[in-house]
């Protein structure tokens, strides 16, 4: 691999640490505040709202400027987030401004990694971006935990700065202001990152020229009888897995008593048993047998509905790595198999944004179905419950599309299996 490479992946783990310790401090900013219960939970699809809203631009924007260069307007973006927060602004919009940083920074980090190596290491790139995604949410979110937690705010709320008064008084406050620093990092590691030669494509005149392709881009996907189920399935999953965080919050707190420091583990819990259930995946699974995983999407929801009837920590823990597991195991060939359609269809990049903007808008509305229950006055217990079924229900209906597809166009879906498996091997 090449030198930049090494600094791309260090850009991008302080970056995704961050975003997740953030997570946590948003969300004890907003319980000491006296916020509605709602307002936590919205948290997410706030995050994911930018996502949404620009995915036909913020692919173009990537490739207008040299990649590095995106990548530390994207961190800049997410600072100002964090001194929002810090300055009493709403801190869910002030969230939502972090989403935007977020959004911008995605396609940035995937199309740097085509410009910079050659198409034989880009499986073993991408496999360093999801591991090291995976371990920045596992310590990203401890790190959040264990700040705002008793003992270390109050070792950062007693350091006492000679003629300046900070005005950090809680340690929610704190740990974002730290957490600034960490963004700064990630920035400073972007202005190491090289150029990779590639001349910046500027940005079409008619914004809307970009409105259309990416709309006929979506219609290509859902209209292909494997990419429309493989695309269904990872929306499905990743709109389950992005509100999952604040779920086994609340969970915790309802039925362990936990705090959001104590609380804060299981959800790397969860992350540890996706990273079990894709490295087993990856090992078993092949592209042409994907949609054979469907029923686990099934269980997933079934599993978070048995959330409920737990209240010990020593069940939990085996219980929040199955589910994890059984998510890790149904994502990896669906995501494969989605990124093969979609490559034969558009090409990578279309595809990627295509795929962004699906899964983040499932987030936004899953996210805000389940704020608004919590904001109905419904419990944390009723909230996971209707949660749950509606996942399993909805994995239901695409697994019996999947199977309509199979009795009514055989051939097609015959002739495109042929296709994954001869790129299989």
């Given at each position: 691999?090449?030198?930049?490479?090494?600094?791309?992946?260090?850009?991008?783990?302080?970056s995704?640490?961050?975003?997740?310790?953030l997570?946590?401090?948003?969300?004890e900013?907003?319980?000491t505040?006296g916020?509605?219960k709602?307002?936590?939970?919205?948290?997410?699809?706030?995050?994911?709202?930018?996502y949404?809203?620009l995915?036909?631009f913020?692919?173009?924007f990537?490739d207008a400027?040299?990649?590095?260069?995106v990548?530390?307007?994207?961190n800049?973006?997410?600072?100002?987030?964090?001194?929002?927060?810090?300055?009493?602004?709403?801190?869910?919009?002030?969230?939502?401004?972090?989403g935007?940083?977020?959004?911008?920074?995605s396609?940035?980090k995937?199309?740097?990694?085509?410009e910079?190596?050659?198409p034989?290491?880009?499986?073993k790139?991408?496999?360093?971006?999801?591991g090291?995604?995976?371990?920045?949410?596992?310590l990203?979110v401890?790190?959040?935990g264990?700040?705002?937690?008793?003992w270390?705010?109050?070792?950062?709320?007693?350091?006492?700065?000679?003629?300046?008064?900070?005005?950090?008084d809680?340690?929610?406050?704190?740990?974002i202001?730290?957490?600034?620093l960490?963004?700064?990092?990630?920035?400073?590691?972007?202005?190491?990152?090289?150029?990779?030669?590639?001349?910046?494509?500027?940005l079409?005149?008619?914004?809307?020229?970009?409105i259309?392709?990416?709309?006929?881009?979506?219609r290509?996907?859902?209209?292909?009888?494997?990419?429309?189920?493989?695309?269904?399935?990872?929306t499905?999953?990743?709109?389950v897995?992005?509100?999952?965080?604040?779920?086994?919050?609340?969970?915790?707190a309802?039925?362990l008593?936990y705090s959001?420091?104590?609380?804060?583990?299981?959800?790397g819990?969860?992350?540890?048993?996706?990273?079990?259930?894709?490295?087993?995946?990856?090992?078993?699974?092949?592209?042409?047998r994907?949609?054979?995983?469907m029923?686990?999407?099934?269980?997933?929801?079934?599993l978070?509905?048995?959330?409920i009837?737990i209240?010990d920590?020593?069940?939990?823990?085996?219980?929040?790595?199955?589910?994890?597991?059984?998510?890790?195991f149904?994502?990896?060939?669906?995501?494969?198999?989605l990124?093969?359609?979609?490559?034969n269809?558009?090409?990578?990049?279309?595809?990627?944004?295509?795929?962004?903007?699906?899964?983040?808008a499932?987030?936004?509305?899953l996210?805000?179905?389940?704020?608004?229950?919590t904001?109905?006055?419904?419990?944390?217990f009723?909230?996971?419950?209707?949660?749950?079924?509606?996942v399993?229900s909805?994995?239901?209906?695409i697994?019996?599309?999947?199977?309509?597809?199979?009795?009514?166009?055989?051939h097609?879906?015959?002739r495109?299996l042929?296709?994954a498996?001869?790129?299989d091997?």
């Amino acid at each position: 691999m090449k030198r930049g490479f090494y600094t791309i992946m260090t850009a991008q783990f302080f970056s995704s640490l961050a975003d997740n310790a953030l997570f946590v401090a948003a969300i004890e900013l907003l319980r000491t505040s006296g916020a509605p219960k709602w307002q936590p939970a919205a948290l997410v699809p706030m995050f994911a709202l930018f996502y949404v809203v620009l995915a036909p631009f913020v692919g173009a924007f990537a490739d207008a400027r040299p990649k590095g260069q995106v990548m530390f307007i994207s961190n800049a973006i997410k600072v100002v987030g964090c001194l929002l927060m810090l300055v009493g602004f709403n801190p869910l919009l002030s969230f939502a401004v972090v989403g935007l940083g977020a959004a911008a920074y995605s396609p940035a980090k995937y199309g740097i990694l085509t410009e910079l190596l050659p198409p034989s290491q880009l499986v073993k790139a991408n496999g360093w971006i999801e591991g090291l995604t995976i371990a920045s949410i596992i310590l990203g979110v401890l790190l959040g935990g264990q700040l705002v937690g008793p003992w270390m705010s109050g070792y950062l709320l007693a350091v006492d700065i000679p003629l300046l008064d900070t005005g950090l008084d809680t340690p929610a406050e704190v740990a974002i202001a730290l957490l600034v620093l960490v963004y700064a990092l990630a920035a400073w590691f972007n202005t190491r990152i090289p150029l990779t030669g590639v001349t910046p494509r500027p940005l079409p005149r008619q914004l809307r020229t970009l409105i259309a392709d990416f709309n006929q881009c979506n219609r290509a996907l859902w209209n292909d009888r494997l990419g429309q189920i493989s695309l269904a399935t990872t929306t499905l999953f990743w709109g389950v897995s992005g509100n999952l965080r604040y779920i086994v919050l609340a969970w915790a707190a309802a039925a362990l008593g936990y705090s959001t420091t104590q609380a804060s583990s299981l959800v790397g819990v969860v992350a540890l048993g996706t990273a079990v259930g894709a490295v087993l995946a990856s090992l078993k699974m092949r592209l042409d047998r994907a949609t054979s995983v469907m029923p686990l999407g099934i269980a997933m929801g079934l599993l978070v509905v048995l959330m409920i009837f737990i209240d010990d920590v020593w069940v939990a823990t085996p219980f929040l790595i199955m589910l994890g597991a059984l998510g890790g195991f149904l994502v990896v060939p669906m995501n494969a198999l989605l990124q093969h359609r979609g490559h034969n269809l558009m090409g990578a990049g279309r595809s990627i944004a295509v795929q962004n903007f699906n899964e983040q808008a499932c987030i936004l509305v899953l996210g805000f179905m389940y704020s608004a229950g919590t904001g109905m006055g419904l419990s944390a217990f009723a909230a996971i419950t209707a949660f749950g079924l509606l996942v399993a229900s909805v994995m239901w209906v695409i697994q019996r599309w999947h199977r309509h597809n199979e009795r009514h166009h055989p051939h097609e879906l015959e002739r495109l299996l042929a296709i994954a498996r001869h790129d299989d091997h």
